[in-house]
C-alpha cells in the first residue's frame, strides 16, 4: 500500500501503540518542506511541542532557527521530526519499545521524503539511526552513507541550552551540512 503524508499524520493523530498516547496532550507528527534534501531527525518533542503539536516550538527551536540562519538556511527549505511522536513525561529519554512503535512512523515519513542528507539532533536520534555506540561528543559531524543517503549527528540543540560553548562547534556541523547539500 503507498501512503501518503495526510495517511500517516492520520495514523499518528490516533495512535495508541505505546503508553505515551494516555500521557500527551498532542502527538507531534514532522513539519517542513515535503520535498526538502534535508531532514532532521531529534529523538522526541518536549513540553511545548507536546501543548502545540508542533516540533521545535520552545528554547531548543529558537536555537535551531538561529543555527540554521547562521548557516544560510530556514524551515521552510527543510523537514523535521522526531522518532517519537509523543512527549515522554519528566523529557526522559525514549524507552527501547517506545521508539519501536513509533519507528514506522519515521520510516513512511522518510519514504515519502527521500533525503539526500539526514542529520539526527542528538545523542538518541544518533543511537537509533546511525549506529547503537554512536559517541556524540566524538563522532558528531562525521558522515557514513547508507542507501543513497549521507547520515551525520550533531548534538541537539537542548544540549547548547545547557552549555552555550557548543554553539559554535554544532554551527560549524550545521554549515557542513549546507555546504553537502
Not at 12 to 35: A, E, I
Not at 38 to 50: C, R, T
Not at 123 to 152: E, M
Not at 154 to 177: G, M, N, Q, W
Request: with cysteine; charged share 25%; glycine share 6%.
Amino acid at each position: 500500500m503507498q501512503y501518503t503524508w495526510n495517511d500517516i499524520e492520520q495514523y499518528v493523530s490516533v495512535c495508541t501503540h505505546c503508553p505515551l498516547s494516555k500521557t500527551r496532550h498532542q502527538p507531534v507528527m514532522g513539519r517542513g518542506n515535503h520535498q526538502a534534501n534535508l531532514m532532521l531527525i531529534a529523538e522526541a518533542p518536549g513540553e511545548q511541542e507536546n501543548q502545540q503539536g508542533l516540533p521545535f516550538v520552545g528554547q531548543s527551536g529558537k536555537i535551531l532557527d538561529n543555527l540554521l540562519r547562521d548557516c544560510g538556511l530556514n524551515r521552510e527549505e527543510i523537514y523535521i521530526t522526531n522518532i517519537l511522536k509523543c512527549h515522554p513525561p519528566g523529557n526522559r529519554d525514549p524507552r527501547e519499545e517506545e521508539k519501536e512503535a513509533c519507528f514506522p512512523y519515521l520510516k513512511y515519513e522518510t519514504f515519502l521524503l527521500k533525503p539526500k542528507i539526514i542529520v539526527c539532533l542528538g545523542r538518541v536520534a544518533a543511537q537509533h539511526i546511525i549506529s547503537p555506540d554512536f559517541k556524540i561528543t566524538k563522532q558528531h559531524g562525521t558522515w557514513i552513507y547508507r542507501k543513497n543517503c549521507a547520515l551525520t549527528a550533531t548534538y541537539h540543540p537542548s544540549a547548547i541550552l545547557r552549555d552555550p560553548s557548543k554553539y559554535e562547534s554544532v554551527k560549524e556541523d550545521f554549515c557542513e551540512i549546507v555546504k553537502k547539500l
